[in-house]
């Protein structure tokens, strides 16, 4: 801590003809040094302090600590019984007040206690702007393969209007993965900073290898009619704390969204993380692949021995495949609204005959879309075993070709969790078996057409 006195005399200026103008310029400077930790420069912003939503300091403040100045000691050596008073080497240049302190001393131990007033579930809250707090449960289901957000309340939200007041909303997202293609978003309370939701959102189709490696973002926005939405805070919570089956409560601090990495500009600077850079890169590049979600239900019919069926029962008493198409999550948005116009279609290749297509119904408007249709192939156990399954996934358009969202293949050649359905739905004769499948946007060895 140092403190500088600069003084300057200056003498009287007389002019003589015949003389130059003389200054005399006397400069004394004492410098104090006070032993000590070296603390941290403050931001501009703890200069006026805020209360946090959940701080203690609930008091009104007197004018008298509103106004508390700022204070610029020339002998202050921040020893007990100096000038300023307090002690322990607190007090310095430009230090600032805050309300409660009995002066200089205890400015640092009453921003500390500040600091760590918001202290939620763990988590680090960002101690120069106070954005509010959210309360939410998540529920993971392993058996429905969802997720469950249940949105409870916020509180001491920011004030984003004019008339110091929020119109609140919330959104989700899974990362990685396509923002549009997976948000979700509650319902907008009017005129508050304490809003109360108590509302429910679900993913369909969350694989426990989703739940090790995705992460929810949740955010806050205030709604604005005549402008865009204004983005409040947010906080991420890695899926992996979440146990099947259990709900885990969170209390949490919102905070501001952290700066996106460029792994290409920083792989020549830090060459000694470049494995980490490379998983990152391929986590990105497989989180662009994916277009989404869809459950199928595959069923083998042995041969029936009942002669007295008709219809579609007789035809399926010589055994074959039935395929359910029973629903999608978060697809990828192919219409400039934000959404799509989704269908399925299924063959079973190859085909000769080109006979095997079916096609499910449009459903307007909506990147989560419910078909709960089936289809049958007629076909024997030992042929179904040199069969590939394709299921494909469309956006439908009017007057111009159908875009391509996204398609899977099941076989005995698929691999991973493909190749896993199709083996349990060989051995299970008889038996449905559901599976959720991610939709990529290639299939080996097929050429899309519509």
């Not at 130059?20 to 501009?44: F, K, S, Y």
């Not at 949105?151 to 923002?179: I, Q």
């Not at 490696?213 to 204004?230: F, Q």
Request: with cysteine; aromatic share 6%.
């Amino acid at each position: 801590m140092r403190s500088f006195t600069l003084t300057l005399s200056l003498s009287p200026m007389t002019v003589r003809k015949g003389k130059r103008l003389g200054i005399t310029i006397q400069e004394h400077m004492a410098i104090d040094v006070c032993p000590g930790p070296i603390r941290p420069i403050r931001q501009i912003s703890a200069y006026f302090p805020r209360l946090s939503p959940t701080s203690s300091f609930s008091e009104p403040l007197s004018p008298n600590q509103v106004a508390a100045p700022t204070t610029l000691s020339p002998g202050s050596t921040g020893q007990a019984g100096g000038p300023m008073g307090g002690g322990g080497g607190s007090s310095g240049l430009l230090s600032p007040q805050l309300p409660g302190a009995a002066g200089g001393g205890g400015s640092l131990s009453a921003m500390s206690s500040m600091d760590t007033s918001i202290e939620i579930d763990s988590c680090d809250s960002d101690d120069n702007t106070s954005l509010g707090t959210l309360e939410f449960d998540l529920l993971y289901e392993k058996a429905t393969s969802s997720l469950h957000c249940t949105v409870l309340r916020a509180k001491g939200l920011k004030p984003m209007d004019f008339n110091g007041l929020a119109d609140p909303y919330v959104k989700l997202h899974l990362l990685p993965g396509a923002c549009k293609a997976n948000k979700l978003k509650t319902k907008t309370v009017r005129n508050t900073l304490n809003p109360m939701w108590n509302e429910t959102l679900t993913y369909c189709g969350i694989t426990e290898e989703d739940m090790y490696r995705k992460t929810l973002r949740v955010s806050v926005c205030d709604e604005d009619k005549l402008t865009h939405n204004e983005f409040i805070g947010e906080s991420r919570v890695a899926l992996r704390r979440v146990k099947p089956d259990q709900t885990k409560h969170f209390n949490i601090c919102l905070e501001h969204p952290p700066p996106l990495p460029s792994p290409t500009a920083m792989s020549t600077a830090l060459r000694g993380i470049s494995c980490y850079l490379r998983e990152w890169e391929t986590e990105q590049q497989r989180s662009l692949e994916e277009r989404g979600r869809l459950l199928l239900c595959l069923q083998f019919l042995p041969p029936s021995t009942d002669g007295d069926l008709k219809g579609e029962a007789k035809e399926r008493a010589r055994g074959g495949l039935c395929v359910g198409v029973k629903r999608c999550a978060h697809l990828a948005a192919m219409d400039v609204n934000g959404f799509s116009d989704p269908y399925v279609k299924t063959y079973l290749k190859p085909d000769v005959h080109k006979k095997s297509k079916h096609k499910t119904a449009v459903i307007k408007k909506t990147l989560n879309p419910e078909f709960n249709e089936e289809f049958f192939y007629e076909i024997s156990f030992s042929e179904l075993a040199t069969k590939t399954l394709e299921v494909t996934v469309w956006d439908y358009d009017l007057g111009k070709s159908n875009d391509f969202i996204g398609g899977v293949s099941l076989g005995c050649h698929s691999q991973g969790d493909t190749l896993q359905h199709w083996i349990d739905c060989l051995k299970n004769k008889g038996k449905k078996v559901e599976r959720w499948h991610t939709l990529t946007n290639e299939l080996p060895g097929s050429t899309l057409q519509e």
